[in-house]
């Protein structure tokens, strides 16, 4: 009857052990995705992360001398997920190449992402 229960015993605490870890492993990796269109908009998207600050940057074409202006907007209301669109800009027939995304997270932390425009 010891020798049951102490088998029982010893079986509970390895699956505890072993289930444990995988649930004590912190926080789900936060997902992102930026898309640029060209004289459209440009969209970035979270999931699994608390962004509280996004701030989208474009690249103008080497050489081209432009400079576009930068956003900065405090994010949606909805965490863990949420959204920001905004107008993707040109200067005299210019587009960019690219924009940059920064999440600014509830705890410090900024992610980045860049994606080309097309």
């Given at each position: 009857?010891?020798?049951?229960?102490?088998?029982?015993?010893?079986?509970?605490?390895?699956?505890?052990?072993?289930?444990?870890?995988?649930?004590?492993?912190?926080?789900p990796?936060?997902?992102?995705?930026v898309s640029?269109?060209?004289?459209?908009?440009t969209?970035a998207?979270?999931?699994?992360?608390?962004?509280?600050?996004?701030t989208?940057?474009?690249?103008?074409?080497?050489?081209?001398?432009?400079t576009?202006?930068?956003?900065?907007?405090?994010?949606s209301?909805?965490?863990?997920?949420?959204?920001?669109?905004?107008s993707?800009?040109?200067?005299?027939?210019i587009?960019?190449?690219s924009?940059?995304?920064?999440?600014?997270?509830?705890?410090?932390?900024?992610?980045?992402?860049?994606?080309?425009?097309?």
């Amino acid at each position: 009857m010891k020798k049951r229960l102490l088998v029982r015993a010893a079986v509970a605490l390895s699956i505890t052990a072993a289930i444990v870890p995988a649930l004590a492993g912190g926080a789900p990796t936060p997902v992102y995705s930026v898309s640029c269109a060209s004289g459209v908009q440009t969209q970035a998207t979270w999931q699994r992360s608390k962004v509280v600050q996004v701030t989208v940057e474009w690249t103008a074409p080497a050489g081209s001398g432009v400079t576009f202006s930068t956003v900065d907007a405090p994010a949606s209301r909805t965490p863990p997920r949420g959204f920001l669109v905004t107008s993707t800009p040109s200067s005299n027939g210019i587009e960019p190449e690219s924009t940059t995304v920064r999440f600014q997270r509830s705890d410090g932390v900024t992610d980045q992402e860049t994606a080309a425009c097309s």
